[in-house]
């Protein structure tokens, strides 16, 4: 299996390459040249398989440059019950909602109670099996931009990795208390933090700058030194993902929620557009889905675009209760896009280079047409996320956060718009522990405890929902950074971090 740009056809990799990487010379994003198929009868197969065993037969498909022994390693060192609190990482809890039945995928049981764990606990060892057979001995430096879970997640996935450093750059005020103290506490030889004067499309734009940077890339050269990346751009990110959406569809015919062979709909609360681009691509593997409903929160570039064919960032960005969803640039639509276009790497070309000259792109209709026959856009503001947190724990006595409260209220949206009633599995990407000030607001109209530990507490007394240990174990825990930067000296932070002159 070959990887190809979005950007150059002709650049064709395999996997290790493409990870090692992280994203192509020309700027573009790394896809498999064709969607290996799952069979009805390879699928029926996996009803009675492990998440790790479903894990390993889809991976295979698409790491044809590795061995079974080296994919069962990756696969079984990352989703241990120590690590994800179960043999299954990804749990669905079924709940009634306004009378429709939805089925919440937990994929936030991870060390860091977000979903990004899912990628990242198997990433670092994606990574350093494709450096042993790209990287030339040389130590791959992971640079992240991050709207708050994906920081924390590739930093304890990749902490004392070696032959890799990794350093992380967030908005300043643009992450919650939890995530910014789960990450200034960051243990690790190997790790740096650093908060940017900005938002996260600045810290992603000063990033992939860096990234692309020829100049750069020779400095790390001659420390023997490469960039590598652990954003949701890298392959290695995105393949994880497609495991659980297969995963949680046999879940759901063994727990007799959908009959075997019919489709499902899937819900995500959607940023950067990754977490649904890996819902599609299983699609394409062949699982059985009617719709992919994309739910936003107030930026909601992509509800408009998926209802116009228009993508347009220039529109004000808001800081939101869901922040890990506070991004106008959606990198991964890049990925669709020149999926849809019947992989034509010169329009998906024009529409980036738009979008960085202008602001804007319009896909042609066809286009159009095939988004929106897959995709339903919607969006929830901050007033509409608060309600929903508060129904569902008042209906059902469950606690979700503030991302999958976007999710949960625009697919509940979504099905009194079109009374569709496809079995819904929606992406319940973080724990409500992580939001506790955002989560206790929408609950409790009380006095507002000041300290964010002391929030966790009083969600804890009112809801009963257990406290994850690793967000309880950072109470009282010292930070280990707190510099903060302009976003035009992130290059020159890169280089002091790794110890070397420009
Ligand atoms: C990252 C994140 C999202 C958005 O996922 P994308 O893959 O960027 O679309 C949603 N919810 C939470 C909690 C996240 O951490």
């Given at each position: ?320 209760v ?61 007033d509409?996320t608060a309600k929903t947190i508060h129904d569902l724990f ?8 503030t991302?999958?409260a ?26 409500p522990?992580?939001f506790?000030?955002a989560v206790l607001g929408a609950l409790d109209k ?57």
């Amino acid at each position: 299996m070959f990887y190809n740009s979005t950007q150059d056809k002709n650049k064709s990799v395999l996997s290790a390459q493409a990870i090692a990487q992280g994203i192509s010379q020309d700027g573009g994003l790394f896809v498999p040249e064709s969607f290996p198929q799952l069979s009805k009868d390879e699928l029926r197969s996996m009803l009675d398989m492990t998440y790790q065993d479903r894990a390993k037969l889809i991976i295979s498909k698409y790491l044809t440059d590795f061995t079974a022994d080296e994919i069962a390693d990756c696969v079984d060192s990352a989703y241990t019950a120590s690590k994800f609190g179960s043999d299954n990482p990804a749990p669905i809890a079924s709940v009634d909602y306004n009378g429709a039945q939805l089925n919440l995928l937990e994929l936030w049981h991870g060390p860091t109670c977000a979903f990004k764990d899912m990628a990242l606990q198997i990433l670092p060892h994606f990574l350093t099996k494709s450096l042993a057979k790209v990287g030339g001995g040389k130590d791959a430096v992971i640079l992240v931009a991050t709207s708050g879970d994906t920081g924390k997640a590739a930093l304890e996935g990749f902490k004392d990795v070696e032959h890799t450093k990794i350093i992380v750059f967030y908005p300043v005020d643009g992450v919650s208390a939890m995530q910014k103290h789960q990450m200034n506490t960051q243990e690790g030889e190997n790790v740096y933090v650093c908060a940017i004067r900005g938002n996260f499309d600045d810290a992603q734009t000063a990033v992939k700058k860096i990234f692309t940077d020829p100049q750069t890339a020779e400095i790390l050269d001659k420390n023997n030194m490469m960039f590598s990346s652990a954003n949701s751009i890298n392959w290695g990110r995105l393949l994880p993902q497609i495991v659980y959406y297969i995963s949680a569809y046999c879940d759901m015919v063994n727990m007799g929620k959908v009959g075997f062979g019919d489709k499902i709909n899937i819900t995500v609360p959607t940023g950067n557009f990754g977490n649904i681009l890996a819902g599609y691509y299983a699609y394409e593997m062949g699982l059985p889905v009617n719709r992919f409903i994309c739910a936003s929160n107030s930026n909601n570039v992509l509800t408009d675009f998926i209802n116009t064919g228009v993508y347009n960032k220039n529109r004000d960005f808001y800081t939101t209760v869901s922040p890990s969803m506070d991004i106008l640039v959606s990198s991964n639509l890049e990925r669709l896009l020149y999926a849809l276009s019947g992989n034509d790497d010169k329009l998906t070309k024009g529409y980036m280079d738009a979008l960085k000259s202008d602001g804007v792109y319009e896909v042609t209709p066809e286009i159009k047409e095939k988004i929106q026959a897959m995709f339903y856009g919607g969006f929830a503001d901050e007033d509409a996320t608060a309600k929903t947190i508060h129904d569902l724990f008042e209906q059902q006595g469950y606690l979700c956060d503030t991302h999958t409260a976007v999710a949960v209220s625009v697919c509940d949206a979504y099905i009194k718009a079109t009374g569709d009633k496809t079995p819904v599995v929606i992406a319940s990407t973080a724990s409500p522990y992580k939001f506790s000030k955002a989560v206790l607001g929408a609950l409790d109209k009380g006095d507002m405890p000041e300290s964010e530990f002391d929030m966790v507490e009083r969600l804890h007394e009112i809801t009963k929902a257990d406290v994850p240990a690793p967000l309880a174990s950072l109470r009282g825990k010292k930070a280990r950074f707190g510099d903060v930067t302009d976003k035009e000296d992130m290059q020159g932070v890169v280089l002091s971090a790794l110890g070397i002159k420009g």
